[in-house]
Nanobody
């Protein structure tokens, strides 16, 4: 079983920066990819960014390209999301997720989420 715990959320003014971290634990943690998703009030959860655990290739949603950076530390089993130039519309609960199956689009494990609030 894999457990994911996010940290680093909080409140920031528009234009500011925040960094999120996700720590993974489990007997053998070797996911195919790790991702960040977010869900704003009244909206569906949406994809933000993902990173391949092996190789480190990344993928971003268009609305965060150039502002957010996803990274991972394989030795520490952590994945981070550096967020800059934050906008009020970035306000959401941010979730870390792990994908274990190569040919499945689904993420199998999810964290509990961390709130990010950007004020105008």
């Amino acid at each position: 079983q894999v457990q994911l715990v996010e940290s680093g959320g909080g409140w920031v003014q528009a234009g500011g920066s925040l960094s999120l971290s996700c720590a993974a634990s489990g007997r053998t943690f070797n996911p195919y990819a790790m991702g960040w998703f977010r869900q704003a009030p009244g909206k569906e959860r949406e994809f933000v960014a993902a990173i391949r655990w092996s190789g480190g290739s990344t993928n971003y949603a268009d609305f965060v390209k150039g502002r957010f950076t996803i990274s991972r530390d394989n030795a520490k089993n952590t994945v981070s999301l550096q967020m800059k130039s934050l906008k009020p519309e970035d306000t959401a609960v941010y979730y870390c997720a792990a994908k274990t199956r190569i040919y499945s689009p689904n993420y199998d494990y999810w964290g509990q989420g961390t709130q990010v609030t950007v004020s105008s």
